[in-house]
């Protein structure tokens, strides 16, 4: 910023001095009033309505720190604030405490700290930082204490900001100010690229605390319930940078974001952390001021520590990376070990009530949910037989299987299930592999039929059902169409069709028109189109590492890393209660069901999280250097810490479809154990229940129930192994020959006959293998 350039939007904080009858020149002589409990806040009481700007000159010789492409400049004056830049640019400002709403005699009194006569006050840099302090007198004879210490972090780009607080004498504080950051103001004002305040907001340039995904007083989400916050991260990003402000969460403080500002007039984006906090009971969210003044007691020091972030970035995305170079992911919950993980999910598919005979429920529901057959729930209740060292539940286990099995048509084997989380690993296991390829090539091509000429999958509501597309600029969004997408990938890629694979992967590069936006969207049977999901990112980030699987394009892989860094907002990173469960709980939406009820900040709701956490575990393959196996065993590791114990008979080994953290009471429906197996196995680091590979030089897919190992590929060649965790023969899938190929299987000429099948009109090779069978195709 040039030497003398006027920065004219630093606050004045929050209308001080409105209701005050004079400054406070001079201590008067007034008996202390000790206060020893919360103090009840007059009803009707408010902050003063206007704030005043005061300008101030910033120039190079002003007290300053740098780290990175962060800058600050702090005024003279220790109340006049400071100027945050970011690569040499005015991106917003700050400002220490300046005014102070208490209690006294049951009459709400203010401090205007800027006409409050100061003593001591100073502002200099030592030692790499800059300190500001002062104090001053209120009206009824205690005198506050104010330090301020910017420094910067270990991390590039981070300026520390501690505040310290103290007064001589018992106050019942209603309002106090810590530390307020205004992105925009001084430059680009209320405008914006995108906006996050964790658990709570995702933003695109639309305000927060809006209607749009939940109607009523839970749209005030200006200063939440503090465990709504699944970890201490504001951002607001606009002209390619974003400011970012993170904090140590103490219950003593709230944290305050309203985008646009408001509240208090500023002209630009509001992001603090203010003194009482919030524990959803203490105050009406979103309302500044609580039902009761906390007490801060004579001479104690009140300090917060906080963080401002900022750099260069197109989205929040980057201010969330920083976030977690500064403060890396925590350790995951406690691990329960195999065995004991084993006998749960057993007890969830042999004794609950998630099954009727030969059929299975999708979850246990009082008048919902009926039972149906489902060939995933044999996949995965073969999975825990062979790994169970009980014997008496492997046979029942594999009795239970043969049973379910008997209740599904062998072609859809791979379509009827029960889980969240899907493989087409049912046929590779069970048999009829060629019926369900068939199945998968039909399902490709009526899929196809969604998708408009311009590759939108536009959403319609039912009729008679609510538009909810309604409070949404448009009837569009990445969870809608990813959904429809990835359905269509997956078949397109089992069947092996040379012209239904192309055709994905061009609606594929459609749902480019969501780049680098915010996930939402993908759970329209209950929530508006326009509501952040984190179900969306977990089927963008699926839809293109398929894609990538498939062509190789590096563009996939750049997509879908964006895409998994969008739902880490969604995931308690911290714990919001000192109880077990918490860490790695993750939020389904931002928003409510139909705008309405149940609200759903603050209610991890797993199954969703562990959609999520699937498609970390299948990108990790091509992204080893990203978090994201780490955030899919902390996400794992809480469904089970989630699910109902051995206890319970009638809904053990079942997962909540959501968890009240602060109660840490499960509630239902109890559902199957099939999505959080699928990623328990994972966790454990046993052999995939299910792979696939895209022999892209040949023009084949190539699936097996376990893992594909000692892959090779040359122009009409191919060979790989696998290490099945399936016990008995079992088989494999190439799909997308133009002709039979020559056949090793071990190193020994085989022909492909029974009991192998290749079927030259399709283009399907199925194999039936044994453990660790090496396989050997030239064509």
């Known amino acids: 910023m040039p030497k003398g350039l006027r920065v004219n939007r630093i606050i004045r ?21 000790p206060v020893d409990k919360p103090v009840e806040v007059p009803a009707g009481a408010s902050l003063p309505a206007e704030p005043r700007l005061t300008p101030f000159t910033a120039d190079p010789a002003l007290p300053s720190l740098r780290s990175a492409d962060l800058e600050i400049l702090h005024s003279r004056s220790p109340l006049a604030g400071f100027v945050i830049k970011i690569a040499g640019q005015p991106f917003g400002i700050g400002s220490p405490p300046a005014a102070v709403g208490y209690v006294y005699r049951d009459e709400l009194h203010w401090l205007d700290m800027t006409k409050a006569a100061l003593q001591k006050q100073s502002v200099g840099v030592e030692r790499n930082q800059i300190q500001s302090a002062f104090q001053c007198a209120d009206l009824d004879g205690a005198t506050w204490h104010v330090t301020q210490h910017l420094r910067p972090q270990r991390v590039a780009g981070a300026i520390e900001v501690q505040t310290d607080i103290s007064v001589d004498q018992d106050r019942a504080v209603a309002w106090l100010p810590m530390l307020m950051v205004f992105p925009g103001a001084g430059a680009f004002g209320t405008s914006k690229g995108q906006g996050l305040f964790a658990g709570l907001e995702y933003l695109a340039d639309e305000p927060s605390s809006s209607e749009a995904d939940v109607i009523g007083p839970a749209s005030q989400r200006q200063v939440p319930d503090e465990l709504k916050i699944t970890f201490p991260l504001m951002a607001i990003q606009s002209h390619d940078r974003y400011l970012a402000l993170t904090w140590q969460m103490r219950p003593r403080f709230s944290a305050l974001f309203d985008s646009p500002d408001r509240l208090f007039g500023s002209g630009a984006h509001a992001m603090g952390l203010v003194f009482p906090g919030s ?14 003044a906390e007490v801060l007691h004579a001479n104690e020091v009140l300090t917060l520590r906080a963080t401002i972030l900022a750099g260069a970035g197109t989205t929040i995305v980057p201010a969330v990376q920083h976030y977690l170079r500064l403060r890396p992911l925590p350790s995951p919950p406690a691990a329960p070990d195999l065995t004991d993980y084993l006998a749960r999910a057993s007890g969830g598919w042999l004794n609950s009530k998630i099954r009727q ?25 073969r999975w825990l037989a062979v790994h169970d060292s009980n014997v008496d539940r492997q046979v029942r286990l594999n009795d239970a299987t043969t049973n379910i099995l008997s209740a599904v048509t062998p072609p859809q084997y791979d379509s009827a299930g029960v889980g969240h989380i899907r493989y087409p690993a049912e046929s590779l296991v069970f048999g009829h ?17 969604r998708f408009g000429q311009d590759g939108s999958v536009k959403y319609q509501p039912k009729p008679g059902g609510p538009d909810l597309a309604r409070t949404h ?3 569009e969004a990445s969870g809608f169409a990813s959904r429809v997408a990835l359905d269509l990938l997956e078949a397109a890629a089992f069947c092996g069709d040379r012209d239904l694979i192309d055709k994905a992967l061009r609606q594929l590069r459609a749902l480019d028109k969501f780049h680098e936006g915010v996930p939402r969207g993908a759970q329209t049977w209950e929530c508006p189109l326009h509501t952040p999901d984190i179900l969306a990112s977990a089927q963008m980030v699926r839809a293109y590492t398929v894609g990538l699987e498939l062509s190789g394009d590096p ?12 739902g880490v907002p969604f995931i308690y990173l911290v714990n919001p209660t000192e109880a077990p469960v918490g860490l790695f709980a993750t939020i389904a939406v931002y928003g409510a069901t ?17 959609v999520y956490a699937d498609a970390l575990y299948r990108f990790t393959r091509y992204d080893p250097k990203g978090p994201w196996k780490q955030i899919a065993d902390g996400i794992t590791l809480s469904g089970m810490q989630q699910s109902w114990a051995q206890d319970d008979h009638d809904l053990q080994g079942l997962l909540p479809d959501s968890f009240a953290l602060r109660e840490q009471q499960r509630n239902g429906p109890a559902i199957n154990p099939a999505t959080l197996e699928a990623c328990a196995a994972r966790y454990f680091d046993l052999h995939p229940v299910y792979d696939f590979h895209c022999f892209r030089t040949n023009g084949l897919c190539l699936h097996v129930p376990g893992e594909i190992q000692h892959l090779a590929e040359s122009k009409g060649h191919v060979s790989f192994q696998v290490e099945s965790w399936v016990t008995d023969p079992y088989y494999v899938l190439l799909s997308g020959l133009a002709r039979q190929p020559l ?24 194999l039936q293998l044994r453990s660790r069978d090496t396989v050997e195709l030239t064509f």
Request: proline content about 8%; glycine content about 10%.
């Open 279 to 292: 524990n959803g009971k203490n105050r009406v969210e979103g309302s500044l001021l609580p039902h009761q």
């Open 13 to 33: 904080f929050f209308g001080v001095g409105f209701l005050l009858a004079g400054s406070a020149l001079a201590q008067p002589q007034i008996p202390p009033v």
């Open 594 to 610: 139909q705008w309405k009820a149940p609200v759903w900040f603050g209610l991890p709701v797993q199954w969703c999280g562990l």
């Open 357 to 381: 005979g030969e059929l299975i429920r999708h979850a246990v529901a009082a008048g919902g949910f009926p039972p149906q057959p489902a060939a995933d729930a044999a996949l995965w209740m």
């Open 555 to 566: 563009h996939f892989l750049e997509e879908a890393r964006y895409w998994a860094w969008t």
């Open 433 to 449: 592999v060629e019926e369900n390829a068939e199945q998968a090539r039909r399902r490709a091509t009526e899929l196809l039929t």
């Open 743 to 766: 056949l090793k299987i071990n190193g020994r000429v085989v022909d492909c006959v029974a009991p192998h099948q290749f079927t030259a009109s399709e283009g399907y090779l199925v």
């Open 473 to 475: 600029s448009t009837n």
